[in-house]
Nanobody, 116 residues
């Protein structure tokens, strides 16, 4: 499975941005997805995760602002990020696996910068 993340950019505080992650290869092995981020000088953290049955979870820092959901096909997941804050600045990575929490596949990362 190969993952391709896209949608990052430079935005002002308060606006929204949508990240997309598209999988190719043996996509039928994927039962769970997640978005992680790594901010400068900080450890990588999971931002949002979901299973193919629809269960989702979010980091406390993004609850109510970010939404992870399936995209237009079985092989795409999106992260809708609303009311972005400067502390959301990070490189965002998508991950997937057959088992939630045991991430086998990673995308290349997309930079999100929130700055006025």
């Amino acid at each position: 499975v190969q993952l391709q993340a896209s949608g990052g950019g430079l935005v002002q505080p308060g606006v929204f941005l949508t990240l997309s992650c598209t999988a190719s290869g043996n996509i039928f092995s994927i039962n769970a997805w997640a978005w992680y981020r790594r901010a400068p000088g900080k450890q990588r953290e999971m931002v949002a995760g979901m299973t193919n049955t629809g269960t989702t979870n979010y980091a406390n820092s993004v609850k109510g602002r970010f939404t992870i959901s399936s995209g237009s096909g079985l092989n795409t997941v999106t992260l809708q990020m609303n009311n972005l804050k400067p502390e959301d600045t990070a490189v965002y990575y998508c991950a997937s696996s057959s088992t939630f929490g045991s991430w086998h596949y990673w995308g290349q990362g997309t930079q999100v910068t929130v700055s006025s």
